[in-house]
């Protein structure tokens, strides 16, 4: 028995815990811009990177990878690295399309200039 991934377990969660005031646009040039329910996180981590007194201790550094959770079939056509979204007011390029291979991906983002 196939399971609806779509319908039974990606769609509630989008209703559940998704923002239904993003904004996607493809890059293909006369796109017009289509609005999604997406679930945005800014995911903060921590990386350790060796460093600091003489290589003895580790340098601390903070590095933020923005991650918008979608659902493929609010899309007229796949997110592709280059097209925007539009969430609160800020723009981000999708940097990297990670599919999940049921329906839904992660979209990482990175800041857009301007």
């Known amino acids: 028995m196939a399971i609806d991934w779509d319908g039974l377990v990606i769609g509630p969660c989008m209703q559940a815990f998704g923002d239904d005031t993003i904004t996607w646009t493809s ?4 796109a017009q811009p289509v609005v999604i329910t997406a679930i945005f996180d800014n995911g903060f981590r921590a990386l ?13 550094i903070t590095a933020s990878t923005p991650i ?7 899309f007229p056509t796949p997110p592709l690295q280059g097209d925007t979204v539009t969430i609160g ?4 390029l999708i ?3 990670q599919p999940d291979g049921k329906g839904a991906a992660h979209l990482q983002l990175i800041e857009a200039d301007g």
């Open 89 to 92: 007011g800020q723009a981000w």
């Open 95 to 97: 940097n990297e399309v």
């Open 68 to 74: 918008l959770g979608v659902q493929f079939s609010q």
């Open 27 to 30: 890059a293909t040039p006369g």
């Open 48 to 60: 350790l990177v060796e460093g600091g007194d003489g290589g003895m201790a580790p340098d601390h």
